[in-house]
Antibody
Framework: QVQLQESGPGLVKPSQTLSLTCTVSGDSIRSGGYFWTWIRQHPGKGLEWIGYIYYTGSPYYNPSLKSRVTISVDTSKNQFSLKLTSVTAADTAVYYC??????????????WGQGTLVTVSS | SSELTQDPVVSVALGQTVRMTCQGDSLRSYSASWYQQKPGQAPVLVIHSKDNRPSGIPDRFSGSSSGDTASLTITGTQAEDEADYYCSSRDNSGSHLGRVFGGGTKLTVL
């Protein structure tokens, strides 16, 4: 059974860089057909797709965040990571990692990590 | 990028059938997936590829699609189905590589 677990600081200062890691267990991140994804949820709000990366290292980002986001993968550790630069209070959210499966053009997110709250505050 | 529109709030009487909809141009090209989120928990996939249920999801959950609208139906709604429900699909703008979520529907079971 595949499981994902987010880790990283729960508090980041404004203008600094948010860094999170997602550790995958129960499957190899090199498995084909999956895109390793970050999604966030502002307090009391809906879900926002941030971006994904394939195990070969090809990322794709939400255009609204593209200038500040970097997603990378470390296949040796079975992990992928998120970096978000120049954070403000508007980046305070629960950050989820998830596995995005694509089959015949359609996609779905399963499973999800439990999520980690990141607060941007001085 | 594409947008998916969901009704913010839907209510249903215990044991009755409820249908939640998700509307967007991307659904003309790609199937919706649906997620259930209970307070303080991560979202859980309940439907993918229009009408496929992952193992462990009760068969009272079903999906359908027509044109630019996807639907999630719960037949015989249970109290534990009270939750937020989100739809998602591939984004059909630009390179079609992105993903998009609907704003979510809060389902209240009366």
């Amino acid at each position: 059974q595949v499981q994902l677990q987010e880790s990283g600081p729960g508090l980041v200062k404004p203008s600094q860089t948010l860094s999170l890691t997602c550790t995958v267990s129960g499957d190899s991140i090199r498995s084909g057909g999956y895109f390793w994804t970050w999604i966030r949820q502002h307090p009391g709000k809906g879900l926002e797709w941030i971006g994904y990366i394939y195990y070969t290292g090809s990322p794709y980002y939400n255009p609204s965040l593209k200038s500040r986001v970097t997603i990378s993968v470390d296949t040796s550790k079975n992990q992928f990571s998120l970096k978000l630069t120049s954070v403000t209070a508007a980046d305070t959210a629960v950050y989820y990692c998830a596995r995005d499966r694509v089959v015949v053009g359609d996609n779905w997110f399963d499973p999800w990590g439990q999520g980690t709250l990141v607060t941007v505050s001085s | 990028s594409s947008e998916l529109t969901q009704d913010p709030v839907v209510s249903v009487a215990l044991g009755q059938t409820v249908r939640m909809t998700c509307q967007g141009d991307s659904l003309r090209s790609y199937s919706a997936s649906w997620y259930q989120q209970k307070p303080g928990q991560a979202p859980v996939l309940v439907i993918h590829s229009k009408d496929n249920r992952p193992s462990g999801i009760p068969d009272r959950f079903s999906g359908s699609s027509s044109g630019d609208t996807a639907s999630l139906t719960i037949t015989g709604t249970q109290a534990e189905d009270e939750a937020d429900y989100y739809c998602s699909s591939r984004d059909n703008s630009g390179s079609h590589l992105g993903r998009v979520f609907g704003g979510g529907t809060k389902l209240t079971v009366l």
